[in-house]
């Protein structure tokens, strides 16, 4: 398996409507709706004051809908399936202090005319697009790294890597 870039963009956009515009974008929304033998995990933080919980679920929407309704409950879902063209996964990271990040994840290296290549620039092309679809206030371009739990994290998360972002676009 190939590393990934993983592309974050942290939203106060906890909606429907955008949840839904980003999955429309990037995946075949209808062909990922059955999520059955699925569970959501939120784990237990204390900082929220939040326990750990188990649910199982059978669709995305609902899904989206638990993330929309326990606005403080931390949990990711990944989705590999019925994506749109070079998208590996999308993450959905609905987070401890009522915000949301998209995620999506690109292969890091592609091969072109026998060679490797960066694919730095398709990265930075998915961070444009998550700002617009999402009205993200932060972003940043990670290497096979897990979505933040909160704002806070996420901020600390993007001084991490921001010295590798920084080489990338020298290039």
């Known amino acids: 398996m ?10 106060k956009q906890r909606d429907k409507v955008t949840v839904e515009k980003f999955l429309d974008y990037f995946s075949y929304r209808d062909k990922i709706e059955n999520r059955e033998e699925q569970e959501i995990f939120v ?15 059978r669709t995305l929407t609902e899904v989206i809908d638990y ?3 326990h606005r403080n409950y931390g949990f990711a879902f990944y ?13 959905l990271k609905f987070t401890f202090d009522e915000k949301i990040i998209f995620g999506i994840s690109i ?6 005319n026998g060679s490797l ?28 790294y897990a979505p933040s739990d909160d704002e806070d994290e996420f901020d600390d998360d993007i001084e991490l ?7 990338k676009r020298k290039k």
């Open 117 to 144: 290549i960066d694919n730095y620039d398709k990265a930075f092309e998915v961070e444009k697009l998550i700002i617009e679809l999402t009205n993200a206030t932060k972003t940043s371009i990670q290497v096979e």
């Open 2 to 11: 190939p590393p990934y870039y993983d592309i974050y963009g942290l939203s």
């Open 79 to 91: 989705i590999g399936d019925y994506l749109k063209k070079e998208v590996s996964h999308i993450i």
């Open 107 to 112: 292969e890091e290296k592609l091969l072109k």
């Open 43 to 57: 784990y237990k933080n204390e900082q929220y004051d939040v326990e750990e919980t188990w649910t199982s679920i």
């Open 161 to 167: 890597w921001k010295n590798m972002n920084e080489e």
């Open 67 to 69: 993330g929309l309704i």
